[in-house]
């Protein structure tokens, strides 16, 4: 039914908020008032009642009277756009733009026909201005002057196409997709760390010819164990997880004297010995050894130099890093739970937090210290992947948010909504709803704060990459968020500004020469797809969800140009796993099925059959009893006759790996992002036994549309000197 009341339905329409949707059965579900009032009550908005929603109301529409500016403007370049500003009726108003190289513009009235109306006592008037569509790109201010007073916010001016970065041209490009963590070397720490992510982005770049590696979000984890598992339900995703460092790859680690490279060494060889019978990745053992190595390399201290690069770090970062490396400090005296912290600390600015923040310098520096040290591995990987020959190099995964317990809701404070958690609707694949556990950003404080907490996120985690994928691409659109004590199945979806977001990550795109792929599958409306297509923004198309309207098989011709193409991802088995519905059969393990096994079973066999039978239509796959891997290759064949300009293959599957990294819906029910990368049987492979995999070479041979594939290793094997 629908809502209660009128002001409660413009409640929710001004700040987004659905009352009805259509789910992934087509049916039209309407949202009951208790979900839309939790909704505004994490934006801080009393609609309890219906005396309460109608003072919101009031409130609400004399706010944009109350100032003179909007206090952020976003607009695509070539598109003008009108401004409107309101000052005391009849007060003269001077408009005018501040360029961010310095320069300067003043803009052109409008005719403007609204009446004035009164504003806590005083007659305001409202003026158009024209916003002209020759612009330059960038982060400007729009001014107001009139004889009283002056106000200026900020104005944002976006690409409105991205496209491919030069380094692309018009060619395609394919590239592996890997779970970093899982990718271990025997010179990591039991985790696959920026060094072995520059190794495979050497290997895959002058052995197999790829373009590209993407690895899952690197963001920032706990400072203490237990660290949470998922990469994408980190602490922050502006600074990067120090799990990830190779303590030996640290310049100052060749300073170290004999005493200290051997307690180093001690701790590597015992995580070694610890961890060598554990069948899954044990990232607290390994943290709790990594961190000590790193406090020994900290402790030796920096050259003159290295300092003045640090310090430079430091001052570039600014206010967010000091915050970041101070919460870090708190978490290791008062536990991992902001919210259960003394209240004075509970808010960054306070002066108790200051306090502690002076005699706790140390533990700030080196916090600091790692963020500066996995900047600069970060650096190097792409650094190589590049020297290597790579046309993107490496591809950094954005996640969809945060915890509520993490650095950023500490720091940013009200940025977040409170009492509601993002997650998602009940679909094909998880039909009892999603809660991830998430903080939601609020969309009416991201628009007063100029959007600067997503700004410095997307710039800083394209500052050493060629390409960004952003995990669920619809965030930026809308996000499912489920009022706490609710259920997934009780929750609404809430709007964001589209233009700003995307605009914005448009803009740090192009200023960084990447690409953008955004991850489009699930629930998503048909405008959105065609929107980022016209924004330049990759989509996702993965085999098993490419269907037609009648649900058919999409040949490969009807695929999108404009996407990164794959078989498998992260959320479902490799494809060897998928073939033989491994996910129908953890799902029902897990009870996870709302239909019978046996009907799931027979529809994925149905499936497998539909794929096997246009595989041999189409000539990509031969025989009567073709091997598993024979069918793997047949699928990445399918790939290549798309016109999709981006092709991604999963490490996973280059290998033979069947095991899934992540189960949706799940947390420890099955061990989700702790699966090592392994192959054919599920024994674990190390980096230096991919390097030497027949089946790598089979595939890239594919993705590469090689009729032969090689099968010398001579860059493993032998120093080569020459060549005829």
């Known amino acids: 039914m629908a809502l209660s009341n009128p002001y409660l339905a413009e409640l929710a329409a001004e700040f987004g908020i659905a009352t009805e949707f259509w789910d992934w059965k087509g049916r039209l579900t309407e949202i009951p008032d208790e979900t839309v009032i939790a909704v505004l009550a994490a934006m801080e908005i009393d609609a309890s009642d219906e005396a309460a929603a109608a003072a919101a109301v009031r409130e609400l529409r004399l706010q944009p009277w109350r100032r003179a500016l909007p206090p952020c403007t976003v607009m695509q370049q070539g598109r003008p756009e009108v401004l409107r500003v309101h000052v005391p009726d009849g007060a003269a108003a001077d408009v005018y733009v501040r360029l961010e190289d310095g320069g300067g513009r003043t803009l052109r009235q409008l005719i403007n026909d609204e009446p004035a109306r009164e504003v806590d006592g005083v007659m305001i008037g409202e003026a158009s201005f024209e916003l002209p569509d ?5 982060y400007h201010r729009v001014g107001c002057r009139t004889e009283q ?6 104005l944002i001016v976006t ?18 997709a890997t779970q970093l963590y899982s990718v271990r070397s025997a010179e990591s720490w039991g985790i696959g760390d920026l060094a072995d992510l520059a190794d495979v982005a050497t290997w895959s770049a002058t052995q197999q010819f790829a373009s590209y590696v993407l690895v899952n979000p690197l963001h920032a984890a706990e400072p203490m164990t237990p660290l949470e598992p998922s990469p994408y339900l980190p602490t922050s995703r502006r600074y990067v997880n120090p799990i990830y460092i190779r303590p030996e790859a640290i310049a100052e680690y060749a300073g170290l004297d004999q005493r200290q490279r051997h307690k180093v060494a001690q701790l590597h060889n015992g995580l070694a010995r610890t961890l060598a019978d554990e069948p899954l990745i044990d990232r607290n053992t390994v943290w709790d050894a990594k961190l000590s190595a790193l406090k020994v390399i900290f402790d030796a201290g920096l050259k003159p130099t290295r300092l003045m690069s640090l310090n430079d770090f430091v001052r570039k970062e600014g206010r967010p890093l000091s915050q970041f490396a101070t919460w ?9 739970n902001w919210r259960e912290w003394p209240a004075e600390l509970r808010r960054p600015s306070s002066p108790e937090v200051t306090e502690f923040a002076a005699t706790h310098v140390g533990d700030i520096v080196f916090f600091s210290w790692l963020q500066w040290v996995a900047d600069e591995q970060l650096r190097d990987a792409q650094s190589a992947a590049k020297a290597a020959g790579m046309r993107v190099g490496i591809m950094n995964d954005l996640a969809v948010g945060v915890s509520a317990t993490s650095a950023e809701a ?12 993002v997650g998602a609707p009940p679909d094909h694949f998880n039909q009892t709803g999603q809660d991830w556990g998430q903080a939601p950003w609020r969309p009416d404080r991201l628009a007063e704060l100029s959007y600067a907490p997503f700004r410095n996120m997307v710039a800083g985690i394209l500052r050493h990459s060629g390409g960004i994928r952003v995990d669920h691409i619809m965030g930026l659109f809308r996000l499912w968020w489920v009022p706490q004590g609710m259920g997934p199945t009780k929750g609404t979806y809430v709007r964001y500004n589209h233009e700003a977001m995307v605009g914005i990550l448009v803009l740090e795109a192009h200023r960084a020469g990447a690409v953008v792929v955004g991850e489009d599958l699930g629930v998503v409306e048909p405008w959105v797809r065609v929107y980022l297509r016209d924004r330049g923004i990759l989509g996702t198309s993965i085999a098993w969800f490419e269907r037609d309207g009648n649900g058919q098989i999409l040949p490969p011709e009807s695929w999108r140009e404009y996407c990164m193409a794959s078989v498998t991802t992260h959320d479902l088995p490799p494809t060897a796993g998928y073939l033989d519905a491994a996910h129908v059969k953890l799902q029902h393990q897990l009870g996870l099925l709302t239909e019978g096994l046996d009907a799931e079973l027979d529809q994925a066999r149905r499936e497998r059959e539909d794929w096997l039978a246009l595989l041999r239509e189409r000539g990509l796959l031969t025989g009567e009893e073709p091997s598993t891997v024979d069918i793997v290759l047949a699928l990445h064949r399918f790939l290549v006759a798309t016109p999709a300009r981006m092709l991604c293959a999963a490490l996973t599957d280059a290998v033979g790996d069947h095991r899934t990294q ?15 990368l392994s192959g054919l049987g599920g024994t674990p492979m190390s980096l230096e036994d991919v390097f030497h995999s027949e089946r790598a070479l089979r595939l890239s041979a594919v993705m590469n549309g090689f009729v032969v594939p090689p099968t010398a290793h001579r860059s493993t ?4 000197i020459g060549h005829d």
């Not at 007073?149 to 900020?154: D, F, K, N, Q, S």
């Not at 196409?161 to 018009?170: A, E, V």
């Not at 500490?410 to 958690?421: E, K, Y």
Request: charged residues 15%; proline residues 10%; aromatic residues 14%.
């Open 149 to 154: 007073w002056r106000a200026e916010e900020t």
């Open 134 to 138: 020759d612009l330059p790109i960038g």
């Open 328 to 336: 870090c400090a708190l978490v290791n005296v008062h536990g991992l």
């Open 410 to 421: 500490w720091m940013l404070g009200d940025t977040f909504a409170r009492g509601v958690s």
């Open 159 to 176: 690409p409105h196409f991205l496209g491919f970065p030069p380094t692309m041209g018009n060619k395609r490009v394919w590239g592996y």
């Open 717 to 720: 094997s032998e120093f080569i």
């Open 662 to 676: 992540n189960q949706p819906g799940t947390t420890d029910e099955y061990p989700n992002w702790r699966v090592p």
